[in-house]
């Protein structure tokens, strides 16, 4: 897609997954057991539902808390959760609504090799 970024940046809250300081923007790729999503596979395992609730439950919280910080200094927050990487037109989608649109004069495209003069014999 073409867009500057870094990856696990520790100089902000929460060590965003990915990191687009131009359009300061910051994206989390959140696995849905960990961060407590509402799915399938964010279901809770039946041994110890207690503790793992529990330890679920701070994660959300501290999710909230993190974004909360980084909508405080000015930054943009998107999730994307584990299951919405495999369609990749959806996710391209998602992430130019997010992050806009490259306009013409941003891309930067390879310079232009000249052809190969073959002789014909």
């Not at 300061?24 to 399938?40: E, L, S």
């Not at 701070?58 to 999730?79: C, E, F, H, I, Y």
């Amino acid at each position: 897609m073409g867009y500057r970024f870094r990856l696990h940046s520790g100089n902000l809250p929460g060590t965003p997954d990915i990191v687009l300081p131009g359009r300061q923007k910051v994206i989390f790729v959140n696995g849905c057991f960990w961060h407590g999503h509402r799915c399938t596979r964010g279901a809770l395992p039946k041994p110890r539902v207690e503790y793992w609730q529990s330890k679920i439950n701070k994660n959300r919280a501290r999710d909230v808390r993190v974004q909360d910080m980084l909508r405080d200094l000015g930054w943009g927050v998107l999730t994307v959760w584990q299951f919405e990487i495999h369609d990749e037109l959806v996710l391209r989608r998602r992430l130019e609504r997010f992050l806009g649109r490259r306009v013409a004069s941003q891309v930067r495209l390879p310079p232009k090799r000249k052809a190969a003069r073959v002789a014909v014999s």
